[in-house]
């Protein structure tokens, strides 16, 4: 059987689950900023852009020892940079004093 995944990033009911008829899903945390200082809050828990990064990471890195290509090498190279890149934009925000906050 397969199983559709819905991925939401926005809030959502209960009822928008059921008429989607997914079978599971991924809920992205959902951060807003609050007051003058425009610091962020957590209105909904879930997961992150990295952290989908890096299990889709390990699925390919068994994967790759199962069944080895360039291919697999090649989309692993490209999900390592892309959890490099915002690891670097982590820093970056942190250094400047803007992580946790809605600032550019």
């Known amino acids: 059987m397969r ?3 819905g991925l939401f990033s926005q ?3 209960e009822d928008d ?3 989607l008829n997914i079978g599971r ?3 992205f945390v959902i951060r807003e900023p609050r007051g003058e200082s425009k610091a962020l809050v957590t209105i909904r828990n879930g997961t992150t852009i990295r952290e989908v990064l890096k299990a889709c990471l390990r699925e390919l ?3 790759d020892d199962a069944m080895p290509c ?6 692993i190279a490209h999900i390592q940079n ?3 890149s915002l690891d670097h934009r982590e820093q970056d925000r942190k ?3 803007v992580e946790g906050f809605h600032l550019p």
Do not use: W
């Open 3 to 5: 199983h559709k995944l």
């Open 11 to 13: 809030p959502y009911s």
């Open 17 to 19: 689950l059921n008429n």
């Open 25 to 27: 899903y991924l809920d």
């Open 61 to 63: 890195d068994i994967l």
């Open 70 to 75: 360039n291919e697999n090498v090649e989309a």
């Open 82 to 84: 892309a959890i490099l």
């Open 95 to 97: 250094q400047r004093g």
